[in-house]
């Protein structure tokens, strides 16, 4: 079992930033890609940014020159710094860990999600 935890989220006016952090712990798991996803009230889950193992990056378009994925692999720890904030960005942001686990010859794949955090930014 992968446990993942979010931190960071919170209230914040609009041209503000915020800094979110994902840790993920669990042993015998080699952490491959993380990404973060938003859900915003009445909306489905939408991939924000993720960035795998070597450090490739990905982003949706309407965060892409404001926001930047980082992570710790080391740590297996993750970042999301949020700059330029707009009032759309409000929602419950999950921080998502793809891992893999031997046994013996056989790898498996999984998914581990975080519980989220808030964040709301006001006009």
């Known amino acids: 079992q992968v446990q993942v935890v979010e931190s960071g989220g919170g209230l914040v006016q609009a041209g503000g930033s915020l800094r979110l952090s994902c840790a993920a712990s669990?042993?015998?798991?080699?952490?491959?890609?993380m990404a973060w996803y938003r859900q915003a009230p009445g909306k489905q889950r939408e991939l924000v940014a993720n960035?795998?193992?070597?450090?490739?990056?990905n982003y949706v378009d309407s965060v892409k020159g404001r926001f930047t994925i980082s992570r710790d692999s080391a740590k297996n720890t993750m970042y999301l710094q949020m700059d330029s904030l707009k009032p759309e960005d409000t929602a419950t942001y999950y921080c998502?860990?793809?891992?893999?686990?031997?046994?013996?010859?056989?790898?498996?794949?999984?998914?581990?999600w975080g519980q989220g955090t808030q964040v709301t930014v006001s006009s």
């Open positions: 960035i795998a193992s070597g450090g490739g990056t």
């Open positions: 998502n860990v793809e891992a893999t686990r031997m046994y013996g010859s056989i790898s498996r794949r999984y998914a581990y």
């Open positions: 669990g042993t015998t798991f080699v952490i491959n890609t």
